[in-house]
Structure formats: C-alpha cells, structure tokens
C-alpha cells in the first residue's frame, strides 16, 4: 500500500558526509510527521531526527548542530543530511512516516557505517 524508499547510505570516513533521502510512495492520501531512526549493533533502535508537516524539527542530543533533516512535501521525501560524521553513528538508518495517528510505515532500513 505505502512503500519507503531509501537512500543514501553507505561507508563514509570519520568527518565526512552522507545525505539520506526516503521516498514514500503507494496510496498515500496525506503524510504527517516524517523521520529518521537508527539502531547500532547491541543497541535499541533510537529517533534520530523528527519533522512535523510544518517544518517542526527535533533531533536527538548525540546529533545536534550535525545532523539536519528537511523535507519535500510535494514528493513526499524526507531527507537527513548529516555532517562530521562519527564511528559511533554507525548503524543502520530507517525512515519512519507517519500518515495518520494510528497508521506508520517503516522502511527496510540504510546502512551507514563511518571509518575512523
């Protein structure tokens, strides 16, 4: 019904960068907020950064002032752009859009992994 598309991901060295786009597509009628997840190995998967459909952001501490996420409404595609990239972001990203109050999606998830 819904599908998410991502990507973006990859291998990257301590300080570079990535750009991770998703892309929902399928019956959508409307799309709320939009988001980034992540989950390393041995760790719970944790909200990276959040959007509202009107621009609202947050992030989480480990990210901020790194990290900045965006989106286009009219292509239904969140993006998290992210800077200074360290080891310990490695982990596998998923984006995560929410079209109602009780119905999200999740994509398969992207992997980053960042070199020292």
């Known amino acids: 019904q819904v599908q998410l598309v991502e990507s973006g991901g990859g291998l990257v060295q301590a300080g570079g960068s990535l750009r991770l786009s998703c892309a929902a597509s399928g019956s959508i009628f409307s799309i709320n907020a939009m988001g980034w997840y992540r989950q390393a190995p041995g760790k719970r998967r944790e909200l990276v950064a959040g959007i509202t459909t009107g621009g609202n952001t947050n992030y989480a501490d480990s990210v901020k002032g790194r990290f900045t996420i965006s989106r286009d409404n009219a292509k239904n595609t969140v993006y998290l752009q992210m800077n200074n990239l360290k080891s310990e972001d490695t982990a596998v990203y998923y984006c995560?859009?929410?079209?109602?109050?009780?119905?999200?999606?999740w994509g398969k998830g992207t992997l980053v992994t960042v070199s020292s």
């Open positions: 995560k859009v929410d079209v109602s109050s009780v119905m999200g999606y």
